[in-house]
């Protein structure tokens, strides 16, 4: 098994994709009465459990990590460049515009 780390992106034995959001299996009690350390995040589909609830997985497989996707996906780009035209368009409300 690859090292896992906070911010990978893994898949569930159950086929559920979550965010690992600690680095280090956490001891869980399940509703059924099951327990036992697992790895712990939050769900990033609705396929078991609304977006953003808890996830977990004793054995996740990893696909990806959060940083990878990020820069895959240019946002960082593309959040600088909102922040350009923001500061753009306050500058044009002149002096009596607060925030």
Not at 22 to 38: C, H, I, L, M, R
Request: glycine share 8%; hydrophobic share 35%.
């Amino acid at each position: 098994m690859s090292l896992i780390r906070r911010g990978d992106i893994a898949v569930c034995s159950r086929g559920a994709i979550g965010l690992i959001t600690e680095a280090s299996p956490q001891w869980v009690k399940y509703p059924d009465g099951n327990e036992g350390y697992t790895f712990v995040g939050v769900h990033l589909t609705n396929k078991m459990a609304p977006i953003g609830s808890p996830w977990s997985s004793r054995n996740p497989r990893i696909v990806s990590h959060i940083a990878k996707l990020l820069a895959e996906s240019n946002i960082t780009q593309i959040i600088h460049d909102e922040d350009n035209a923001t500061n753009h368009r306050i500058s044009e409300c002149g002096d009596n515009y607060k925030l």
